[in-house]
């Protein structure tokens, strides 16, 4: 019986049929492109793939310039910044209230941080939200942003009254905010 049986896989296996032996229609795998590295001869790169981008924040496209009150330039024409800006602020905890495009103006509802939010504690944590203006203006192809305490009659929209008279001025807080936010932070793409 093992007789038979051997005789019969000998059979099967000798065979010889053309079609399983030409591998010319068959798919071929990529050929990869390897590089080593002369210094370290054990790294080796593929250079097949190409990384996908990781922009994570401006880095020396933002400065803020050590003036009072503080102001940033940002190296981008103003529309470009202006996109930026509106995308910087969207992903952070600052809320855009109104924007006016024609201006290069947002309207932001920024809380007040540090020593001003422990003083102003006690106030309910709504009530520590205050509307300032951060302004975009062209200066030699480069954007200057600024920030400042909107006026009374914007500050009515967020707060009461009786908040108006004691709403602190964080402006260089906010823009000190927004320079390590688009310095280190943004994703532009």
Same mark, same amino acid.
């Given at each position: ?8 896989? =000998? ?8 079609? *399983? ?6 798919? /071929? ?6 590089? #080593? ?15 996908? /981008?990781?922009?994570?924040?401006? @880095?020396? +496209?933002?400065?803020? !310039?050590?003036?009072?009150? /503080? +102001? ?12 930026? =800006? ?8 600052? #809320?855009?209230?109104?924007?006016? +495009?024609? +201006?290069?103006?947002? *309207? =932001?509802? *920024? #809380? ?5 939010? $422990?003083?102003? %504690?006690?106030? $309910? &944590? @709504? ?13 030699? %192809? @480069?954007? !200057? ?5 909107? $006026?009374?009659? &914007? ?9 108006? $008279? ?24």
């Amino acid at each position: 019986m093992i007789l038979v049986l051997s005789g019969g896989l =000998v059979a099967c296996g000798s065979v010889e049929n053309a079609r *399983y032996r030409d591998t010319t229609a068959l798919e /071929k795998p990529p050929t990869l492109a390897l590089q #080593k590295i002369p210094q370290n001869p054990n790294v080796i790169i593929d250079d097949s793939v190409e990384p996908k /981008k990781q922009i994570r924040g401006l @880095d020396e +496209k933002v400065v803020l !310039l050590d003036e009072s009150p /503080k +102001k940033l330039v940002l190296k981008q024409s103003i529309s470009e910044a202006w996109r930026t =800006v509106g995308i910087a602020l969207r992903q952070s905890d600052i #809320k855009i209230t109104d924007t006016e +495009k024609s +201006k290069y103006s947002y *309207y =932001v509802s *920024y #809380k007040v941080q540090g020593v001003l939010k $422990n003083i102003l %504690g006690a106030l $309910n &944590e @709504d009530d520590t939200k205050t509307i300032y203006l951060i302004t975009l203006t062209s200066q030699d %192809g @480069d954007t !200057l942003i600024q920030a400042a305490l909107a $006026n009374r009659s &914007e500050q009515g929209s967020q707060n009461t009254n009786e908040n108006i $008279n004691h709403v602190m001025d964080d402006s260089e807080g906010l823009i000190e905010s927004l320079y390590h936010l688009l310095r280190d932070d943004v994703k532009t793409e």
